[in-house]
């Protein structure tokens, strides 16, 4: 018999108790033993007193006690649940974890005290969505060229209702937190804290590189208006919030932010709170893994997967799936380097020789207009909306830097960047 103690028994928490009492027959027959939850620690015991497992507010009960054989951390954050996954670690029992935010700052630390016990995360990216023994186990025969992909349910949802009812930001802003997709304060999701976070764990596992969310490109969706929608039409895009890695030399670019995406490209096509993420490896091609990224028994999904592997096969790999550096040489790319194509958005005064105006500042950086429009806005002001061939992030914000200041833009230039 094996004993898990789970350490954070809300919504997620409280999923992984019923999916193994409730699967319990399939779960042991694919696991070779049986697996039962001895304790849960939870920060108030009224909200969980339905369950009929011990339950307390000390997580020590469960990493002191010797019977407990797997700890399950789902408590949000990053300090407390680093002291806890150490100690869990420290007392040689096998931890499945959720937390991304815990995995964007220390994972390398992690594995280095892991050493031979296990140590599982399936559920830390896209929820129900394997993407983690795909990339580490699945592709593993593969260098991995690049990952694109929709890693956050919430931005999805809203994005998908700009493009397809015309609503404005924050009345579908107000409808994801009624529905309880967005908190009341989303900034971790609209800000792109969140897929960063999940962008970093993959591109460790693909390429062994130890970056932190500071240290990467990472814009979110609160700028975009109907006005980027229409141009996005227009052009055959949709906008999607994209977490992208890409291997390009001896250099690894790590970007997050909104994106235009050709409306027939697979990862278009995935709308509504649903996750995508596409693969593409030397020799396997493209792959696409899509599914649910959030939720309680899609996220428990993934964590019981996880559990049962443990169970079933002890240590089957390091945590991030290689034992000396993954690839010699590689480097985090410099976010200035990163090359893209550009859609931006100016307000202008509607006066004669404007256009002229700021397309030499767009010549004076080297960056090569493919489309312009004009939009009329109120009285003697208009939208001049441009999608450009590729150029790179040192010259798109220098250019933008001097739009801000010509007398002509009456508010901040936007741009997003087209994949």
């Given at each position: 018999?094996?004993?898990?103690?789970?350490?954070?028994?809300?919504?997620?928490?409280?999923?992984?108790?019923?999916?193994?009492?409730?699967?319990?027959?399939?779960?042991?027959?694919?696991?070779?033993?049986?697996?039962?939850?001895?304790?849960?620690?939870?920060?108030?015991?009224?909200?969980?007193?339905?369950?009929?497992?011990?339950?307390?507010?000390?997580?020590?009960?469960?990493?002191?006690?010797?019977?407990?054989?797997?700890?399950?951390?789902?408590?949000?954050?990053?300090?407390?649940?680093?002291?806890?996954?150490?100690?869990?670690?420290?007392?040689?029992?096998?931890?499945?974890?959720?937390?991304?935010?815990?995995?964007?700052?220390?994972r390398y630390e992690l594995q280095e005290i892991a050493g031979d016990i296990p140590f599982e995360?399936?559920?830390?990216?896209?929820?129900?969505?394997?993407?983690?023994?795909?990339?580490?186990?699945?592709?593993?025969?593969?260098?991995?060229?690049?990952?694109?992909?929709?890693?956050?349910?919430?931005?999805?949802?809203?994005?998908?209702?700009?493009?397809?009812?015309?609503?404005?930001?924050?009345?579908?802003?107000?409808?994801?937190?009624?529905?309880?997709?967005?908190?009341?304060?989303?900034?971790?999701?609209?800000?792109?804290?969140?897929?960063?976070?999940?962008?970093?764990?993959?591109?460790?596992?693909?390429?062994?590189?130890?970056?932190?969310?500071?240290?990467?490109?990472?814009?979110?969706?609160?700028?975009?208006?109907?006005?980027?929608?229409?141009?996005?039409?227009?052009?055959?895009?949709?906008?999607?919030?994209?977490?992208?890695?890409?291997?390009?030399?001896?250099?690894?670019?790590?970007?997050?932010?909104?994106?235009?995406?050709?409306?027939?490209?697979?990862?278009?096509?995935?709308?509504?709170?649903?996750?995508?993420?596409?693969?593409?490896?030397?020799?396997?091609?493209?792959?696409?893994?899509?599914?649910?990224?959030?939720?309680?028994?899609?996220?428990?999904?993934?964590?019981?997967?996880?559990?049962?592997?443990?169970?079933?096969?002890g240590k089957r790999s390091p945590m991030l799936g290689f034992n000396h550096p993954l690839e010699?040489?590689?480097?985090?790319?410099?976010?200035?380097?990163?090359?893209?194509?550009?859609?931006?958005?100016?307000?202008?005064?509607?006066?004669?020789?404007?256009?002229?105006?700021?397309?030499?500042?767009?010549?004076?950086?080297?960056?090569?207009?493919?489309?312009?429009?004009?939009?009329?806005?109120?009285?003697?002001?208009?939208?001049?909306?441009?999608?450009?061939?590729?150029?790179?992030?040192?010259?798109?914000?220098?250019?933008?830097?001097?739009?801000?200041?010509?007398?002509?833009?009456?508010?901040?230039?936007?741009?997003?960047?087209?994949?």
């Open positions: 018999m094996t004993r898990v103690g789970v350490i954070g028994v809300g919504t997620v928490g409280r999923a992984v108790v019923q999916i193994l009492e409730e699967n319990k027959n399939i779960i042991s027959a694919r696991a070779g033993d049986e697996i039962i939850v001895k304790s849960g620690v939870v920060r108030n015991l009224s909200k969980v007193s339905d369950l009929s497992i011990s339950l307390s507010q000390n997580p020590q009960d469960i990493l002191n006690d010797p019977e407990i054989d797997i700890v399950v951390e789902l408590m949000g954050g990053v300090d407390l649940p680093l002291e806890i996954v150490k100690k869990a670690l420290q007392n040689g029992k096998a931890v499945v974890t959720a937390n991304k935010a815990l995995l964007a700052y220390h995360f399936e559920a830390s990216v896209a929820g129900g969505i394997p993407i983690i023994n795909a990339l580490r186990d699945g592709l593993s025969a593969n260098h991995i060229l690049s990952i694109m992909g929709i890693m956050n349910g919430t931005c999805n949802f809203m994005l998908t209702k700009m493009m397809n009812e015309g609503a404005a930001f924050g009345s579908v802003l107000a409808e994801a937190q009624r529905l309880g997709y967005a908190e009341a304060d989303p900034t971790f999701d609209i800000g792109g804290f969140d897929a960063a976070h999940k962008l970093l764990i993959l591109a460790s596992i693909a390429y062994g590189i130890d970056a932190k969310p500071e240290e990467i490109l990472i814009e979110g969706i609160e700028g975009i208006t109907q006005a980027d929608i229409a141009f996005a039409k227009e052009f055959g895009y949709t906008i999607k919030l994209l977490g992208i890695a890409k291997r390009d030399g001896a250099e690894v670019e790590l970007r997050v932010h909104a994106a235009l995406v050709d409306e027939e490209a697979m990862i278009a096509k995935i709308d509504g709170v649903m996750n995508g993420i596409s693969v593409v490896g030397d020799r396997v091609g493209e792959t696409l893994y899509y599914g649910p990224g959030a939720g309680g028994n899609a996220t428990a999904s993934a964590v019981v997967a996880n559990i049962i592997d443990i169970v079933r096969s010699e040489g590689l480097r985090l790319k410099a976010q200035e380097d990163i090359r893209s194509k550009y859609y931006l958005r100016l307000r202008v005064s509607d006066k004669p020789g404007i256009l002229a105006k700021i397309t030499h500042l767009f010549a004076n950086h080297e960056i090569s207009i493919e489309a312009v429009i004009q939009r009329p806005s109120e009285t003697e002001c208009a939208h001049l909306l441009f999608a450009t061939h590729e150029a790179t992030e040192k010259a798109i914000h220098l250019l933008m830097n001097e739009l801000e200041v010509l007398d002509a833009v009456l508010e901040l230039p936007y741009m997003i960047r087209i994949v």
